[in-house]
């Protein structure tokens, strides 16, 4: 091969799952493209053609044909003489499926590598629905180049690609459905690393960008040389059609220097996350426009302009729901923040609907006390109203608790949890904060949403409260978010002992009433609608927790096993206990 020359295309793009004949397009538009910008071979993300991840969608056989005619109609159109195309689809054969990713060039499906590594942790269900493809060896491009295809997760461990290497490969070309949580970007960046410094081959790391269900892909795809220098960075949550040169110099391919895009990180690109995720679910699954009651308090407020980064004013809808109980400055701050912005802004008063159910519950209710279920009755209406503005005008309803409330139950089953999509869900009140006060002088790059302060700093200022009734703050129920989010954390992301920590400095008696809230609370979340994932570990795809569950930690600490009542375990011979 004395070939000197690749110009190579990364298409960075937004899938739609199970929009085929879509995502076949966007492959179309995507290959003029490359072909008019002088490319000769086109990339494109993992699954791109079916979309990622299919979950068990892709199960069904006439979608495993439709992704597989679709495929073939594409490899015919490469007979051209324009650019190939490298992509991700189901492949079914020999009576199993794999995660494939095809080689379509001169007409023909020319060469088709499987997934190696299938990852069943966290959000991945991989081998739940495919078959671990063999080692691979490299793919020959038009006689030119050797071509190390490493799927994704095939990357994370050094096996596939120092075969790899060991086999002939030049270049690692690694298609990725790699969702977006906190910081995973120096993650992704030091494995690459890793694998380059061990094969001594250059690699391109091409990530599927948009909104799914819960999942958002940040794309932030990158090309690293085989010194480890980086070459390009395409930038995140944002689509990006980039044309690399590569050159053969002393043996070894080189990408030439290319653009370098800024990436967002911390809470910068949590919230980059939040309106990528809530524009990609609302537009994928048809909506025009979104609704949200906006009650003055820094949750809904926080929403709403997630809303209008993501949507735009004119689609965006605020509706204020003041009850006997609402105050003022309440009512004062959610017209303030819906004239900031630019979006319709409606007022609903509940209090008659809210007088009706009690009276019609009067007679039953004789002789008890107002409670929670008075206050609950206050959330339900307000639920009430935005669910038949939905129906009525065909918005999707945002809700809006964070992850706090979300996880201690601190919210009211068909009423404030009503909803289609939560842009917030997986994020902490002390986060909330802090990204009500980034967005007042900051926004993502294609935010559609106005500049400057968009939330009034009294929302932000004020202690936060439910206003069910007199004089009610969430701390009266709840520790103060700066201890409860510490406290969860630890919970969630980390699963730790309620003794250890106790053993971090926060009080015993706080820490297993919060465990026992965290755990009390699985019914509500099973019934709440999706949201973004931004953390290590969200309250739904990532926790997986049973709703009947009675097992509390008891709060001794670690318990070391009594290792003289074990006779044997994992002894050879094929027999895990030898009883």
Request: with cysteine.
């Amino acid at each position: 091969m004395t070939a000197t020359s690749l110009r190579l295309a990364l298409a960075q793009l937004n899938p739609t799952i199970g929009d085929i004949c879509g995502n076949a397009d966007k492959v179309r538009a995507a290959r003029r493209a490359a072909g008019d910008a002088g490319a000769e071979l086109l990339m494109l993300p993992e699954l791109f053609l079916c979309g990622y991840p299919p979950e068990d969608l892709v199960l069904k056989p006439a979608f495993q044909d439709a992704c597989r005619k679709a495929c073939e109609a594409l490899a015919r159109e490469t007979g051209d003489g324009g650019p190939a195309v490298l992509l991700g689809l189901p492949w079914a054969e020999g009576g199993k499926l794999y995660n494939a990713y095809a080689l379509l060039d001169g007409g023909l499906i020319q060469s088709v590598r499987f997934k190696v590594a299938l990852p069943d942790y966290g959000v991945f269900d991989d081998s739940r629905v495919f078959s671990p493809g063999p080692l691979p060896g490299p793919v020959v491009f038009r006689d030119k180049v050797r071509l190390g295809l490493p799927i994704c997760e095939d990357i994370w461990s050094e096996e596939v690609v120092e075969c790899l290497a060991e086999t002939g490969a030049e270049i690692l070309l690694a298609p990725n459905g790699s969702p977006y949580r906190r910081d995973v970007g120096d993650e992704r960046m030091n494995i690459a690393v890793a694998r380059v410094v061990e094969s001594g081959l250059p690699l391109v790391y091409l990530n599927q960008l948009g909104g799914q269900d819960e999942l958002v892909f940040d794309g932030a795809s990158f090309v690293l040389a085989a010194d480890r220098t980086l070459a390009h960075q395409l930038p995140a949550f944002r689509e990006a059609l980039v044309v690399t040169e590569w050159a053969r110099e002393a043996g070894q391919w080189r990408a030439q220097p290319g653009e370098i895009a800024a990436i967002e990180s911390g809470d910068e690109a949590d919230y980059g996350a939040c309106v990528l995720g809530l524009r990609d679910y609302a537009g994928k699954t048809g909506f025009t426009g979104v609704v949200l009651g906006l009650s003055g308090g820094l949750d809904s407020a926080l929403c709403a302009a997630i809303a209008v980064d993501a949507l735009g004013p004119r689609r965006v809808t605020c509706v204020m729901m003041p009850s006997r109980f609402t105050a003022q400055q309440s009512l004062d701050d959610a017209q303030a923040c819906a004239r900031a912005l630019s979006v319709r802004y409606e007022t609903l008063p509940i209090a008659a609907p809210v007088a009706g159910f009690e009276a019609a519950l009067a007679g039953l209710f004789a002789g008890t006390q107002r409670d929670v279920t008075e206050e609950n009755l206050q959330s339900r209406t307000r639920g009430t109203l935005l669910m038949a503005l939905s129906n009525k005008f065909g918005w999707m309803l945002v809700t809006t608790g964070n992850k706090s409330e979300m996880s201690c139950g601190y919210a009211t089953l068909y009423g404030d949890m009503n909803g289609g999509f939560n842009p917030i869900k997986d994020v902490y009140k002390t986060q909330a904060f802090r990204l009500a006060q980034l967005r007042n002088h900051w926004k993502p790059a294609g935010a559609l949403g106005p500049d400057g302060v968009v939330i009034p700093e009294s929302i932000i200022a004020r202690p936060p409260s439910a206003e069910l009734r007199e004089d009610q703050t969430d701390q009266d129920a709840l520790p103060p978010y700066e201890v409860l989010d510490a406290i969860l954390a630890c919970l969630i992301e980390r699963e730790m002992r309620v003794a250890d920590i106790v053993a971090l400095g926060h009080e015993r008696e706080t820490v297993v009433a919060v465990e026992r809230l965290l755990h009390r609370a699985e019914y509500k979340r099973r019934q709440a609608a999706p949201g973004v994932k931004v953390t290590g570990r969200n309250l739904g795809r990532d926790r997986r927790y049973p709703i009947v569950n009675v097992f509390r930690d008891p709060g001794e600490g670690a318990y070391e096993p009594d290792a003289t009542l074990v006779k044997g375990v994992g002894k050879p011979g094929g027999e895990s206990f030898d009883f």
